[in-house]
């Protein structure tokens, strides 16, 4: 056996121990790990938790991979159950740093000479420890500016890529042997975990974020710190420091101005979203910093949205209907941009369903109205109703709830949706400016002028395809053979009722001739005919009710 193999089985079995310590007894017994007998000997933990918080601290004890894990989970409401999500978005992404000897070489290795001849000034403290990477605040000697160095753990890759092969393992087994856990998909969620996790462990694509935000932000007054992308690679990302204070830490006792932060964190939030088309995926209180001179800054753009043209418009016409109680108007939006799981839409319950949402949130005052909460019943009424949102518009929706709840943390008696709806009225008008419409006929007539060039081709080629005679039809109807069955057998029970008709009429007319032979003095003809048409009315009679097609 390999030494790798070796240590995914110990850290397998440390994954299932963990389970069985938090009460997950069956799904230890449905994962059949070798040697899982002295796993039913270990004393469940009884601290009073609930299903979905001890969901929560097993992902917190088995660390960086599972934590990520389970915050990109987080981002799904539209998959996962509301009390499941809630519990994972207060998964702390902290852990203890590493010791300096360690931490240290990697970054000269990456920089490819000693630190002192980049840095004038350097700590081995960090300023910050995460579970993939940690930051320290030094100062770069080519300008004498602070700056923020971000460096990954060492041998960080090579621990999730073993731990994320076991985890699609796990979710695999899960969705196998538990039916009321198929419903979630739980290895598509493995995927897609393993698909941003590795992204998010490349800097550099960290970095052209980083870059697109800052050309966004040029026209505000929001703070994206400059890269320094020369000193940069995949596993090293330096930045300009900002000194600033983060939404979760502003001191109640101190005289800011708490009503123009909430405002501006979320106008800067719906304004990526709704106007840039580029956004901040996870505008949690502890990526957003704000300054003594009351600055706002936005920072950790390792994940992000993007939106189309059109996305932001299906948007726009969500959060209007939403606005204006237009429950009609809310289903035709949703309708023509989610794609349908299982059985058919039942568009009258589905209306009905978002309208009592509608009614049950506009019931409460302007300023109590909770756009996050509201945002989030709306998703779970659709997948009751099997309809799946587009992950990009999840993402927003999530990054919209989650910039409406940091913003209330610092100013709860904030009007959210006196901030959203005159800047949604506003773009919704924008749709119809000249120039949006213009380009859009200007996309449709290129689009058009390309199909008339490639017509004439393409007919041409289909009209040499049916000379060669190389071009089939084929038809595909559902339940065809039945079908053809059923009409077989209609139409022979059409002809022996018919055959069984015209033989009592040729037997009557028979028998009303009296031409011989005889039979009981009857003519013999007569009452053969008789006799046949009465044993092929018996069969027909027998046939319909032995198929009880009456």
């Not at 974020?209 to 690679?233: D, G, L």
């Not at 299906?314 to 109680?325: F, G, P, Q, S």
């Amino acid at each position: 056996m390999h030494l790798n193999d070796v240590k995914k089985l110990k850290r397998f079995k440390d994954i299932v121990g963990t389970l069985a310590k938090y009460g997950f007894d069956e799904v230890v017994d449905r994962l059949d790990v070798p040697g899982a007998d002295f796993l039913h000997g270990i004393v469940p933990v009884d601290r009073g938790l609930n299903l979905f918080q001890r969901i929560r601290i097993i992902f917190e004890e088995l660390g960086p991979t599972f934590i990520k894990f389970g915050q990109i989970m987080s981002l799904r409401p539209d998959l996962l159950p509301e009390e499941l999500v809630t519990e994972l978005e207060k998964l702390q992404d902290s852990v203890p740093a590493v010791p300096a000897a360690e931490i240290l070489p990697e970054i000269e290795k990456r920089l490819g000479c000693p630190i002192s001849e980049v840095f004038s000034e350097f700590s081995d403290e960090p300023v910050a420890a995460a579970s993939l990477s940690q930051v320290y605040c030094w100062r770069l000697k080519e300008n004498g500016r602070k700056v923020a160095v971000k460096v990954q753990r060492p041998r960080i890759v090579r621990d999730i890529t073993s731990d994320l092969d076991i985890l699609d393992t796990i979710c695999w087994f899960l969705h196998q042997q538990f039916k009321d856990l198929q419903c979630y998909d739980l290895p598509e969620l493995a995927r897609t975990v393993r698909r941003n996790l590795l992204l998010e462990l490349d800097f550099s694509r960290e970095l052209k974020n980083i870059n697109i935000a800052r050309s966004y932000a040029a026209r505000t007054e929001v703070y994206i710190p400059a890269a320094y992308e020369k000193y940069s690679s995949k596993k090293l990302l330096i930045m300009d420091f900002f000194d600033g204070v983060s939404f979760k830490n502003l001191e109640p006792a101190r005289q800011w101005d708490r009503e123009q932060i909430a405002r501006l964190g979320l106008q800067t939030v719906v304004q990526q979203i709704l106007e840039d088309g580029f956004f901040h995926a996870d505008p949690h209180p502890g990526n957003l910093l704000v300054s003594s001179d009351m600055q706002l800054c936005i920072i950790d753009w390792g994940t992000v949205g993007r939106f189309t043209d059109q996305d932001r418009f299906a948007l726009i016409e969500i959060l209007t209907a939403i606005v204006d109680r237009d429950s009609e108007a809310l289903v035709n939006s949703f309708l023509q941009i989610c794609t349908v799981r299982g059985k058919a839409v039942e568009r009258k319950a589905l209306e009905r369903g978002l309208l009592e949402i509608l009614d049950s949130y506009y019931a409460l005052p302007i300023k109590d109205l909770d756009i996050g909460g509201l945002l989030s019943d709306v998703m779970a009424t659709l997948r009751v109703h099997n309809l799946k949102l587009p992950t990009d518009m999840v993402i927003m929706i999530k990054a919209l709830v989650t910039a409406e709840g940091s913003a209330r943390l610092v100013f709860p008696l904030l009007n959210v949706v006196e901030e959203l709806r005159d800047r949604v009225h506003r773009l919704a008008r924008e749709r119809y400016k000249p120039e949006v419409l213009w380009r859009g006929l200007k996309n449709s007539l290129s689009s058009f002028l390309t199909l008339q060039r490639a017509l004439p081709r393409q007919l041409l080629q289909i009209l040499e395809k049916i000379d060669r005679g190389e071009l089939n039809f084929i038809f595909h109807l559902d339940k065809l053979e039945q079908l053809v069955n059923t009409l077989e057998n209609a139409s022979n029970r059409l002809t022996v009722g018919v055959i069984t008709g015209a033989i009592i009429m040729g037997s009557s007319m028979i028998i009303t001739t009296g031409i011989g032979p005889f039979i009981f003095g009857l003519p013999a003809l007569g009452v053969i005919g008789y006799l046949m048409s009465v044993v092929l009315g018996l069969w027909l009679v027998i046939t319909i009710l032995r198929t009880k097609k009456f």
